[in-house]
């Protein structure tokens, strides 16, 4: 399977990217099959199947709302936020959805999305849709929602389609490989890569545009008081941090802004509350429906930009260094991805916020001025420390325990930077293959009740009244 830069990073709206995007792009995927056999028009109602994940933390997630949206026409990129709460509230009340916004059905979302617990073989987020037509014939598709907002079609071939790469990567060991024989840095081995699917100028750009969502989602995060959505009574925390770490001062600008933390100088406490405020501030843009960026989950969004801003702030970083950060990132992603998963309800929130540490770990250290070898023993030490981590998020949010550990992945990701930076690699006695591997395993044994489906861990701690989302 080939994966791109832009396939690892993608804009969209929270809270989850396995819950939220990937059903509103199965939704769109949905919508071509009926085009692509001219049935759009003569489809009279829709229901969808949920199953596993999906059912048992859908509604906390949104699933249901993406699957409207999807349906509708909306696309996550552009969706205008605003027009949430009256397009969901108009089909409601009229149990009618407009499909691909021309031609209408009707469609009960109380009765038509329909909940089933029981996971499908392939994987636990799976859902099916089926149209019935006029003439009483149906049209019916299974997907499932692999984890990072990808997707992907009952009996799809993975391996068809797949685009040729000058650099084929499918390990750790291959990253090191082609910057041995090749005598170029990550990023530009990925670069290259890029190159299969669009020119320089428009990856570049493509990746400024990326860390521009980041930017806004952190800064809006910074200046958004208020409760989170969904019952559990989540107090927004970042807005609060901001002001006290400014001393009570407002900016309007993003630009003005980073350069009031600037002036505060960057002395440990410091720093660290900033890196915490950063990774709180989009993940609570996430958790009310904001758009984000996939790093290279919903749920792990924070990490990522919190890290990338602890580098342009404290680190006086570049707009290339940004680039780079980005690129390499995506290699490490990439590499999890294939030897073992980036979804929750596959392998809990070590896929999620262990794999994002791993990247942002590994991106760090290359800006920072490490070796091909120093940036792998920055991901396989960050993952190596998130091992096991359980995926129990409580009532379904992904609020407790989900955005503090954002804060967390982004420490820990800058930490075992900073051990790699000092060490050699005689130091590495566990390859980041080592993890991995690890990794999967790991994830084989874990129980399915830690694995996104609120039935055990955390989410039973807390009194069932908080809970009733």
């Known amino acids: 399977m080939s994966i791109s830069v832009l396939d690892i990073f993608k804009i969209g709206i929270g809270p989850s990217s396995s819950h939220t995007l990937g059903p509103w792009r199965a939704a769109q995927q949905f919508l071509q099959v009926l085009k692509k056999n001219e049935l759009l028009t003569k489809v009279n109602t829709v229901q969808i199947t949920l199953y596993g994940s999906l059912a048992k933390t859908g509604k906390g997630h949104g699933t249901d709302i993406a699957l409207q949206l999807g349906l509708s026409g909306e696309d996550p990129v552009t969706f205008d936020l605003g027009l949430f709460d009256p397009a969901i509230r108009h089909i409601l009340e009229t149990k009618k959805l407009l499909l691909d916004g021309r031609h209408e059905v009707r469609f009960h979302p109380l009765e038509d999305i329909i909940l089933v617990p029981e996971s499908l073989p392939f994987h636990p987020n799976g859902l099916t849709f089926l149209a019935v037509l006029e003439n009483g014939l149906e049209v019916t598709e299974t997907y499932y929602s692999v984890g990072g907002g990808f997707i992907q079609q009952e009996n799809e071939d993975m391996k068809e389609g797949c685009v040729p790469l000058r650099f084929p990567i499918e390990t750790g060991h291959h990253i090191l490989h082609w910057c041995a024989t ?39 995060g910074c200046y958004t008081q208020g409760i989170l959505p969904g019952g559990l009574r989540v107090k927004r925390r970042a807005a609060d941090l901001n002001q006290k770490l400014l001393g009570g001062q407002n900016f309007d600008h993003y630009q003005t802004w980073i350069g009031a933390i600037r002036s505060g100088g960057n002395n440990f406490k410091y720093t660290l509350d900033w890196v915490s405020c950063f990774a709180l501030a989009v993940n609570e843009q996430n958790a009310s429906f ?56 596959m392998g809990g929130c070590q896929a999620e916020i262990g794999v994002s540490s791993a990247m942002a770990a590994a991106g760090l250290t290359e800006v920072l001025g490490g070796t091909p070898g120093q940036v792998l023993m920055a991901a396989e030490i960050a993952m190596e420390h998130h091992l096991g981590l359980t995926c129990d998020p409580v009532g379904g949010l992904v609020q407790i325990p989900c955005i503090e550990r954002n804060t967390m992945g982004a420490i820990k990701a800058i930490t075992a930077s900073q051990l790699a930076l000092q060490s050699s690699l005689d130091h590495a006695k566990v390859s980041l293959d080592d993890v991995i591997r690890a990794m999967w395993n790991t994830a084989l044994d874990m129980n399915t009740k830690y694995k996104e489906t609120a039935d055990g861990g955390l989410a039973l701690a807390i009194p069932i009244s908080l809970s009733e989302c």
């Open 290 to 345: 904001g758009r984000v960026v996939t790093a290279p989950t919903n749920g792990a969004a924070g990490v990522i930009p919190a890290v990338l801003q602890y580098y342009v702030v404290f680190c006086n970083g570049s707009e290339e260094g940004v680039i780079q950060f980005l690129l390499t990132a995506s290699a490490i992603a990439g590499v999890f991805k294939k030897g073992a998963t980036i979804s929750a309800a």
């Open 182 to 220: 090749t005598r170029i840095g990550i990023p530009e081995m990925v670069m290259e890569n890029e190159l299969s699917w669009r020119d320089e100028p428009a990856t570049r750009q493509a990746l400024l545009h990326i860390w521009q969502v980041m930017k806004e989602s952190m800064f809006l």
